[in-house]
């Protein structure tokens, strides 16, 4: 199968998500740049991490506005995947293509770090291959990470089991220690009504071998793979 | 009319150099040249102080591509067609003036060194000294200066992989910001920062001109910090956002035959990067200020050619295919104006709408004087390299338990998370020993190669003995490096000194690059790139000499690297390396700490550091090592800590005590290393360290919760992590 990675002026983790599809899981991958709209030919679309524009504005702001984002949000509408990875989450948040907002960590540091996923949906097209909360070992990397939506929001998320992955304790408990950011009840990663988009903050391409420390992330691509 | 007293202050030029450049031009300078000038022949761009200094340096070695010196950073070959160039640069003055920037635009320069290059850049570091972290004003300027590295370098997604923080008083008035970056690229697929061709283009790429940054090279670079409110709008603004299209298009640009050089706008700005590129190519080049995109109004010749407004390149196009330049950066969203053609006149010249503002050889302009001095010892450090051992009140064995917590505990050598995990040190895939172990190791993707990369520099053993310290500046980043399971490949290095003008401040220098010098040639380890950063300091204090090293190490199979904290419960745990005498704690962390003393020289035997780093890499390339960690700051009983606390594992064992607790746990012997591994590897590791003539003692085996040391300490690990985690 094919993955677009599409790129921004500003993504960085683009090459990261390439190298983790393409060199490890063995699958097609292209290059999209912003300013395209031909989807044609991919399977599933990566909205990878970095600073889209610097991150001006605020975060995602400005690359919703890209060419590209009319066709990422045609092919969600056709209920392909479509995955955001930290600014690809907050660009995808922007775009109203996911409910919610990213806002600044509520330590207002940057924060580099391994974080534990618990999985709390496996029925979506990107954790099928997990078991119902398995713990992923998965690192971010964000300084605006932390998901903040209104109250009748999240209920809706988690009364339709739309939260995907949950920061927790290496043993999958959800604590207030373990959440690295502030996000609200631990909220690391969430999917939209129909499931086929997801949004997460910590950073699957990073940890795709056992050397450098977890090949965890592995799982949500061949989840994405079995589902094709 | 010639230039007045003011004038020559404000670019930092002496009137003798003034006088120079009469009788070399054979008149007077224009306003613009004198700019010019007081610019290319400040230390910082013209190193004419350390020039004849830096020339001890060994320059080469087999795996040398590109020597210090030539480009904007050296290149060394790791095989397999790759070859990686790194450098390492001081930002320190616009830090103490304005914090974030400072240090941002400081990752912002020495990312620009490598890409300029064709060098993709992979990898940071950073060595950063601040004053105690008591004073408000101290954390006001290490918050701000972490916070721009953050801010500037995450950005960029270059993995940010550590480096290295100490605090003393001496950096109050005048931190330290030492930023390195490495690159990785392929064998002839370098870029020369050089200008030839007659008829070809030069053009400007990136962020328009301001007035942000005028005089930095020759003002804030090159003289002490007296007046540094007055010099704020010498501090530059950086846009990372830019930055990174930059490095893209740049990186694209490195592949075609359009272009026959690129060059970074650093110190010095536009001036220095066409003069310089001019000069490698044995070119003249002529310069229309008119064609230089400004972002503000009404700005002189003079100005223009001075700015060091970030972001911006000057790129040599090929006559014909300037439109395939513009047309590459067009799609990069970034600006790219032909500002002058290269000539072959050999002449500079600057024009302002036409009218000749400056026209002078390239060859002088290029050419500062350099200055050698024969500076005396200075009266004051044979007292402070002797220690009197009776007067120093000996650790009791039960207060050694306290001690230990006290050291762990101490901003230089308690854990650094605090700061790097504001880094993102993991982006690009490669980090395979994240910051916090003796060396960040990053794997080549698509080989079986890792690289291993430190930076080191103790500015206390250099104030105490300035040849000692640089020779175990040197020592310990290859001792690290090996710890890692690397074989040291090259260094590079930032020269942290005083006033040049000086006799301690020259005498230290001259005596730390003589140290360094040693201890690489003893190595056979050559010194690849570098930066001098002088008149560091503030009322008359300088700081401590503090060279700072940046080493690079090649591990053949990632798979047999090493890391610092004990891997698995019951491996034995050994010492590599002469346990050292009392002599040891002359000028220790614990010296300073417990008994408010910076005094006596540490010692080194070269013949024994170099044994033990063949020691330690051939355990760790015949897979006998769980883990190994050098013995520096706070002695053994801090490294041991270490690795049980990195482990989270513990340690029972005991020492044989032949002369002072103190200098047994806490002194600083060099060519030392404690290393763990399983049981059943220990009489191949015995008989290792004898054939490579390395003394070996077992200590004891690694244990779960407990930090037990027979007789002399009992505590609990998570006291020790407790106390260590929170030092900062």
Same mark, same amino acid.
């Given at each position: 199968?094919?993955? !677009?990675?599409?790129?921004?002026?500003?993504?960085?983790?683009?090459?990261?998500?390439?190298?983790?599809?393409?060199?490890?899981?063995?699958?097609?991958?292209?290059?999209?740049?912003?300013?395209?709209?031909?989807?044609?030919?991919?399977?599933?679309?990566?909205?990878?991490?970095?600073?889209?524009? !610097?991150?001006?504005?605020?975060?995602?702001?400005?690359?919703?506005?890209?060419?590209?984002?009319?066709?990422?949000?045609?092919?969600?509408?056709?209920?392909?995947?479509?995955?955001?990875?930290?600014?690809?989450?907050?660009?995808?948040?922007?775009?109203?293509?996911?409910?919610?907002?990213?806002?600044?960590?509520?330590?207002?540091?940057?924060?580099?770090?391994?974080?534990?996923?618990?999985?709390?949906?496996?029925?979506?097209?990107?954790?099928?291959?997990?078991?119902?909360?398995?713990?992923?070992?998965?690192?971010?990397?964000?300084?605006?990470?932390?998901?903040?939506?209104?109250?009748?929001?999240?209920?809706?998320?988690?009364?339709?089991?739309?939260?995907?992955?949950?920061?927790?304790?290496?043993?999958?408990?959800?604590?207030?220690?373990?959440?690295?950011? !502030?996000?609200?009840?631990?909220?690391?990663?969430?999917?939209?009504?129909?499931?086929?988009?997801?949004?997460?903050?910590?950073?699957?391409?990073?940890?795709?071998?056992?050397?450098? !420390?977890?090949?965890?992330?592995?799982?949500?691509?061949?989840?994405?793979?079995?589902?094709? | 009319?010639?230039?007045?007293?003011?004038?020559?202050?404000?670019?930092?030029?002496?009137?003798?150099?003034?006088?120079?450049?009469?009788?070399?031009?054979?008149?007077?300078?224009?306003?613009?040249?004198?700019?010019?000038?007081?610019?290319?022949?400040?230390?910082?761009?013209?190193?004419?102080?350390?020039?004849?200094?830096?020339?001890?340096?060994?320059?080469?070695?087999?795996?040398?591509?590109?020597?210090?010196?030539?480009?904007?950073?050296?290149?060394?070959?790791?095989?397999?067609?790759?070859?990686?160039?790194?450098?390492?640069?001081?930002?320190?003055?616009?830090?103490?003036?304005?914090?974030?920037?400072?240090?941002?635009?400081?990752?912002?320069?020495?990312?620009?060194? &490598?890409?300029?290059?064709?060098?993709?850049?992979?990898?940071?570091?950073?060595?950063?000294?601040?004053?105690?972290?008591?004073?408000?004003?101290?954390?006001?300027?290490?918050?701000?200066?972490?916070?721009?590295?953050?801010?500037?370098?995450?950005?960029?997604?270059?993995?940010?992989?550590?480096?290295?923080?100490?605090?003393?008083? *001496?950096?109050?008035?005048?931190?330290?910001?030492?930023?390195?970056?490495?690159?990785?690229?392929?064998?002839?697929?370098?870029?020369?920062?050089?200008?030839?061709?007659?008829?070809?283009?030069?053009?400007?790429?990136?962020?328009?001109?301001?007035?942000?940054?005028?005089?930095?090279?020759?003002?804030?670079?090159?003289?002490?910090?007296?007046?540094?409110?007055?010099?704020?709008?010498?501090?530059?603004?950086?846009?990372?956002?830019?930055?990174?299209?930059?490095?893209?298009?740049?990186?694209?640009?490195?592949?075609?035959?359009?272009?026959?050089?690129?060059?970074?706008?650093?110190?010095?700005?536009?001036?220095?990067?066409?003069?310089?590129?001019?000069?490698?190519?044995?070119?003249?080049?002529?310069?229309?200020?008119?064609?230089?995109?400004?972002?503000?109004?009404?700005?002189?010749?003079?100005?223009?050619?001075?700015?060091?407004?970030?972001?911006?390149?000057?790129?040599?196009?090929?006559?014909?295919?300037?439109?395939?330049?513009?047309?590459?950066?067009?799609?990069?969203?970034?600006?790219?104006?032909?500002?002058?053609?290269?000539?072959?006149?050999?002449?500079?010249?600057?024009?302002?709408?036409?009218?000749?503002?400056?026209?002078?050889?390239?060859?002088?302009?290029?050419?500062?004087?350099?200055?050698?001095?024969?500076?005396?010892?200075?009266?004051?450090?044979?007292?402070?390299?002797?220690?009197?051992?009776?007067?120093?009140?000996?650790?009791?064995?039960?207060?050694?338990?306290?001690?230990?917590?006290?050291?762990?505990?101490?901003?230089?050598?308690?854990?650094?998370?605090?700061?790097?995990?504001?880094?993102?040190?993991?982006?690009?895939?490669?980090?395979?020993?994240?910051?916090?172990?003796?060396?960040?190791?990053?794997?080549?993707?698509?080989?079986?190669?890792?690289?291993?990369?430190?930076?080191?520099?103790?500015?206390?053993?250099?104030?105490?003995?300035?040849?000692?310290?640089?020779?175990?500046?040197?020592?310990?980043?290859?001792?690290?490096?090996?710890?890692?399971?690397?074989?040291?490949?090259?260094?590079?290095?930032?020269?942290?000194?005083?006033?040049?003008?000086?006799?301690?401040?020259?005498?230290?220098?001259?005596?730390? &690059?003589?140290?360094?010098?040693?201890?690489?040639?003893?190595?056979?380890?050559?010194?690849?790139?570098?930066?001098?950063?002088?008149?560091?300091?503030?009322?008359?204090?300088?700081?401590?000499?503090?060279?700072?090293?940046?080493?690079?190490?090649?591990?053949?199979?990632?798979?047999?690297?090493?890391?610092?904290?004990?891997?698995?419960?019951?491996?034995?745990?050994?010492?590599?390396?002469?346990?050292?005498?009392?002599?040891?704690?002359?000028?220790?962390?614990?010296?300073?700490?417990?008994?408010?003393?910076?005094?006596?020289?540490?010692?080194?035997?070269?013949?024994?550091?170099?044994?033990?780093?063949? *020691?330690?890499?051939?355990?760790?390339?015949?897979?006998?090592?769980?883990?190994?960690?050098?013995?520096?700051?706070?002695?053994?009983?801090?490294?041991?800590?270490?690795?049980?606390?990195?482990?989270?594992?513990?340690?029972?064992?005991?020492?044989?005590?032949?002369?002072?607790?103190?200098?047994?746990?806490?002194?600083?012997?060099?060519?030392?290393?404690?290393?763990?591994?399983?049981?059943?590897?220990?009489?191949?590791?015995?008989?290792?360290?004898?054939?490579?003539?390395?003394?070996?003692?077992?200590?004891?085996?690694?244990?779960?919760?407990?930090?037990?040391?027979?007789?002399?300490?009992?505590?609990?690990?998570?006291?020790?992590?407790?106390?260590?985690?929170?030092?900062?």
């Amino acid at each position: 199968m094919k993955f !677009g990675i599409v790129v921004f002026p500003g993504t960085w983790s683009d090459r990261d998500c390439y190298y983790s599809i393409h060199n490890i899981c063995g699958q097609d991958a292209v290059y999209i740049w912003h300013k395209e709209t031909n989807l044609s030919g991919c399977d599933c679309i990566v909205l990878p991490g970095g600073f889209s524009y !610097g991150d001006y504005l605020r975060t995602g702001a400005i690359a919703r506005f890209s060419p590209v984002m009319d066709s990422v949000a045609d092919f969600s509408h056709k209920g392909r995947p479509v995955i955001g990875i930290c600014n690809g989450f907050q660009v995808l948040c922007e775009a109203h293509l996911l409910p919610g907002v990213l806002r600044q960590n509520d330590h207002l540091q940057y924060r580099c770090q391994w974080t534990y996923l618990k999985t709390e949906n496996n029925t979506t097209p990107f954790t099928a291959k997990c078991k119902k909360g398995q713990v992923l070992k998965i690192p971010i990397s964000h300084y605006e990470g932390r998901y903040y939506a209104d109250d009748s929001v999240i209920k809706e998320l988690e009364d339709t089991d739309r939260v995907a992955f949950r920061y927790g304790t290496p043993s999958g408990e959800i604590t207030k220690e373990a959440n690295p950011n !502030g996000a609200l009840n631990n909220i690391a990663g969430i999917v939209n009504k129909r499931g086929n988009v997801l949004g997460m903050m910590p950073h699957p391409e990073r940890s795709c071998e056992d050397i450098l !420390g977890s090949s965890d992330g592995n799982i949500i691509w061949e989840s994405i793979i079995a589902s094709i | 009319m010639p230039a007045s007293k003011e004038q020559l202050e404000e670019i930092a030029l002496s009137r003798k150099e003034y006088n120079l450049i009469v009788k070399l031009l054979g008149r007077e300078p224009t306003y613009v040249e004198l700019g010019l000038f007081g610019s290319l022949w400040s230390e910082h761009c013209g190193y004419k102080h350390s020039k004849a200094l830096l020339k001890m340096f060994p320059g080469m070695g087999k795996h040398v591509l590109v020597k210090a010196g030539e480009e904007n950073a050296g290149v060394i070959d790791i095989g397999d067609g790759q070859v990686i160039g790194f450098k390492m640069e001081s930002h320190n003055h616009p830090s103490y003036i304005e914090p974030y920037q400072g240090a941002a635009t400081g990752v912002g320069g020495i990312v620009r060194d &490598i890409f300029t290059m064709g060098l993709r850049p992979i990898a940071l570091m950073n060595s950063l000294r601040f004053g105690p972290l008591s004073a408000p004003h101290n954390r006001y300027l290490m918050s701000g200066v972490v916070g721009g590295i953050a801010g500037y370098g995450n950005c960029l997604g270059i993995a940010d992989v550590g480096g290295e923080i100490y605090f003393d008083d *001496c950096y109050s008035g005048n931190p330290l910001v030492n930023a390195f970056c490495l690159g990785i690229g392929k064998t002839g697929g370098l870029v020369k920062a050089c200008a030839y061709g007659e008829g070809n283009l030069v053009m400007l790429v990136g962020a328009d001109t301001g007035r942000d940054g005028m005089h930095g090279a020759s003002g804030l670079a090159s003289r002490t910090f007296e007046e540094e409110r007055e010099l704020r709008s010498a501090v530059q603004v950086g846009n990372p956002f830019m930055e990174k299209l930059l490095i893209e298009a740049c990186l694209e640009l490195a592949k075609t035959d359009w272009i026959v050089g690129m060059q970074d706008c650093g110190a010095a700005g536009l001036t220095s990067a066409t003069v310089e590129a001019a000069y490698k190519g044995r070119s003249g080049m002529d310069i229309e200020v008119q064609k230089v995109p400004r972002r503000e109004k009404g700005m002189t010749p003079y100005e223009v050619m001075l700015s060091e407004s970030q972001e911006r390149m000057i790129v040599i196009a090929r006559k014909g295919y300037e439109g395939k330049v513009k047309a590459l950066f067009d799609r990069w969203e970034l600006h790219s104006d032909i500002i002058g053609t290269v000539t072959s006149d050999g002449m500079f010249t600057i024009r302002d709408n036409g009218q000749v503002v400056a026209h002078a050889p390239v060859e002088i302009l290029n050419t500062p004087p350099v200055y050698r001095f024969r500076p005396k010892k200075p009266a004051w450090l044979d007292g402070l390299q002797k220690l009197d051992l009776s007067k120093i009140k000996d650790t009791a064995p039960r207060d050694a338990g306290s001690t230990l917590l006290k050291l762990l505990a101490a901003p230089n050598i308690c854990s650094k998370h605090k700061v790097y995990r504001q880094y993102d040190h993991q982006v690009g895939d490669n980090t395979v020993v994240l910051p916090g172990s003796d060396a960040a190791v990053l794997r080549i993707q698509e080989t079986t190669k890792a690289i291993s990369m430190v930076t080191d520099g103790n500015g206390r053993y250099c104030y105490v003995n300035p040849f000692i310290g640089g020779v175990i500046a040197v020592a310990e980043a290859a001792r690290n490096t090996a710890c890692s399971g690397a074989h040291p490949m090259a260094i590079t290095n930032c020269l942290n000194f005083g006033n040049p003008d000086k006799n301690d401040p020259y005498y230290q220098l001259r005596e730390c &690059i003589k140290g360094m010098t040693y201890a690489c040639k003893k190595m056979k380890i050559p010194v690849i790139s570098g930066n001098v950063s002088l008149y560091n300091e503030t009322r008359g204090v300088a700081i401590f000499p503090t060279p700072v090293v940046g080493m690079v190490g090649l591990i053949k199979d990632v798979s047999r690297h090493c890391s610092s904290g004990f891997k698995r419960q019951g491996d034995v745990i050994m010492l590599l390396g002469d346990p050292g005498g009392d002599a040891s704690i002359g000028s220790s962390e614990y010296l300073e700490l417990v008994h408010g003393q910076v005094r006596g020289s540490q010692g080194i035997d070269m013949a024994a550091e170099k044994d033990l780093h063949a *020691c330690l890499i051939k355990a760790a390339e015949k897979g006998l090592l769980s883990s190994a960690h050098d013995c520096s700051d706070g002695g053994l009983a801090v490294a041991l800590a270490e690795s049980c606390i990195l482990g989270n594992t513990g340690f029972k064992g005991e020492i044989n005590l032949k002369g002072r607790v103190d200098a047994a746990l806490f002194g600083e012997a060099q060519s030392r290393a404690v290393v763990s591994l399983n049981p059943g590897a220990v009489r191949k590791m015995e008989e290792l360290a004898h054939r490579c003539r390395v003394p070996v003692t077992r200590l004891g085996i690694v244990h779960s919760g407990r930090f037990a040391l027979k007789g002399l300490i009992d505590l609990p690990v998570s006291e020790l992590d407790q106390v260590w985690m929170n030092g900062l």
